[in-house]
């Protein structure tokens, strides 16, 4: 599906507002202000997603979420190691190393992966009127490429177009992360239609 430069910079202001939920929501978790920067979006096909995200071989922390309704699809937040780790760190008040395989740091990441998630489906859903629902996370810590594969394997057709929005959090130090919405065939064109562009 071709994406129209109005299309997209609909997308771009539902990054935004996303973002904003997002820094609102961690602020209050983490206890200290939070902000994400204006995030870039951009529409891609299918098979460039994996060139995109980086090295498959390298681990990252990969939280995954079935979205459900009437434009369903999978939503992804890739969170590289290190800002993985800082996260953890800044929720636990503690310098000392976290090890992400830890039951209590994935509870953590879980949440905040939750919130981050959560934020862009419901700007999807302010922008689109198309009530989402987004499922319980999913945590991985693991490289890549294996993650992408389980998640392209489950079942269910999926639209050729991909939105990626990229963002960084400040006020711990610097965090990057990614987030993906795979929209299951014919779901992007609903939620494009419904903003009206």
């Known amino acids: 599906m071709e994406i129209t430069q109005l299309q997209l910079d609909a997308l771009r202001e539902i990054g935004n507002v996303g973002s904003g939920h997002a820094a609102t929501a961690l602020s209050t978790l983490l206890q200290r202000r939070i902000d994400m920067s204006v995030p870039e979006v951009w529409a891609v096909p299918f098979e460039q997603v994996t060139s995109i995200v980086g090295q498959l071989d390298t681990p990252q922390a990969v939280i995954y979420v079935k979205v459900e309704g009437e434009a369903s699809g999978k939503a992804v937040f890739f969170f590289p190691v290190e800002s993985a780790e800082i996260v953890v760190k ?8 976290m090890d992400l395989y830890n039951e209590m740091a994935q509870s953590a ?38 993650t992408l594969d389980a998640i392209f394997l489950e079942e269910g057709v999926l639209e050729d177009t991909v939105l990626f929005i990229d963002t960084q ?12 919405f795979l929209p299951d065939d014919g779901s992007l064109k609903k939620l494009l239609g419904a903003m009206g562009v």
Do not use: C, H, R
């Open 169 to 180: 959090l400040t006020g711990i130090p610097k965090i990057e992360g990614q987030f993906i």
């Open 109 to 146: 990441l879980k949440e905040v992966g939750n919130i981050l998630v959560s934020s862009f489906i419901m700007a999807l859903t302010q922008f689109s009127g198309i009530p989402l629902q987004p499922s319980v996370p999913a945590l991985a810590v693991d490289m890549i490429g294996a």
């Open 90 to 97: 800044a929720l636990f008040g503690t310098n000392e190393p």
